[in-house]
């Protein structure tokens, strides 16, 4: 089978087209056929090191499919089934091999571009708005790149929560599909100091939640968005990772709480990955939340994809079909 493999840590050219085996289902895994692959910024930290990796490796932490095979000891998945998965590595390939308790019955009405396009950025939307912190009616959180994946599903799920969505991006463009996708208020943060727009949006009230999923360039003035006792949730690092920090701070600018949350740990039970994806799930399936498929790539074009994301060119969700 064609599969994208890593052999060494760097740019986008490492992502080569390989020819490999196709994988056999061990006990408690099946054979799932790749119909589509989310593109995840995780991806690209696996690639260029940050988050080390056994290579050779084959990227892409999410696909949606057809099972295939199934290996010894396995109940409840059959082949035929139409499912969607993330958290396990191997999804750029036409096949990958996936333990069962990892996969989600794909509902009818949801196609596998839609799934493979939702799940990993739509559950983590999901948790960080109803769990990490949970938004009440009326609170008013910030959501910085939120023309992105996680971006545009956690404007509309913060919305649906009754939240006052500010949103930050680079482009007036992408100004225009975070309003759609609810956001009150939006900061062009390329242009306008955002911290400062805050304070002016908030009349120096400030916030009581921002999502902060750029890192290094947003952290500092994310901390000074909050109100007392505000919480800033680190959730990625697109524009690098953030330096060590003083606990002394979070003193200092009001008694505020800081959280670094990752997905495993937010579907670390079977139970509490079906619960998060099937709300998810359902909402995609009554059409109460949009997916936007930004762009579609073959799979051997995975290192222009790859590209494409990291240089801010992209909106919505970049699939790979294989
Ligand atoms: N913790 C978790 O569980 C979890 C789960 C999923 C994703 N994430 C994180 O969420 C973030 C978004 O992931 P995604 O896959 O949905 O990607 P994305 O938001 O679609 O793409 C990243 C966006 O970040 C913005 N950005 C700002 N500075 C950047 C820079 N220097 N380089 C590149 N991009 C920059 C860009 O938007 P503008 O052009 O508008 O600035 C860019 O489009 C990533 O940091 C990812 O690690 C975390």
């Not at 191997?90 to 019955?105: F, K, N, S």
């Not at 992105?148 to 007036?172: F, M, W, Y």
């Amino acid at each position: 089978m064609k599969a994208i493999r890593i052999h060494a840590h760097g740019g986008p050219e490492v992502l080569q087209l390989d020819e490999i085996p196709v994988p056999v289902p061990g006990p408690g895994q099946a054979l799932v056929r790749i119909e589509a692959a989310g593109l995840n910024f995780i991806d690209i930290y696996n690639r260029t090191g940050l988050y080390k990796v056994q290579l050779p490796y084959v990227p892409g932490q999410e696909g949606a499919g057809v099972v295939t095979a199934v290996g010894p000891d396995v109940a409840g998945v059959a082949t035929g089934d139409r499912v969607v998965y993330t958290g396990v590595p191997g999804a750029y390939a036409e096949l990958a091999a996936v333990p069962v308790d990892r996969l989600v019955p794909l509902p009818a009405g949801v196609t596998f571009r839609q799934a493979a396009a939702v799940l990993l950025q739509g559950i983590t939307a999901q948790y960080l708005a109803t769990s990490t912190y949970r938004l009440a009616a009326g609170e008013a959180c910030l959501v910085h790149a939120a023309a992105g994946g996680l971006g545009l599903l956690l404007c509309q799920i913060a919305k649906r929560l009754g939240a006052r969505v500010i949103g930050t991006v680079s482009t007036e463009a992408k100004a225009e599909l975070a309003r759609a996708a609810g956001a009150d208020e939006v900061i062009l943060y390329t242009q306008q100091d955002f911290e400062a727009e805050v304070k002016r949006l908030t009349g120096d009230a400030g916030l009581q939640v921002v999502y902060d999923s750029v890192g290094k360039t947003t952290f500092d003035k994310s901390l000074n968005c909050l109100a007392r006792r505000g919480m800033l949730v680190l959730c990625g690092q697109s524009s690098g990772p953030v330096p060590p920090l003083d606990p002394q701070v979070l003193n200092q600018k009001g008694s505020l709480y800081l959280t670094r949350p990752t997905l495993a740990h937010y579907t670390a039970t079977r139970e509490e990955l079906l619960a998060r994806a099937g709300e998810v799930l359902g909402w995609v399936a009554d059409g109460s939340l949009a997916v936007r498929i930004g762009r579609e790539y073959p799979l051997a074009e995975a290192a222009e994809a790859q590209r494409a994301l990291a240089g801010r060119e992209t909106t919505g969700k970049v699939l790979l079909l294989p």
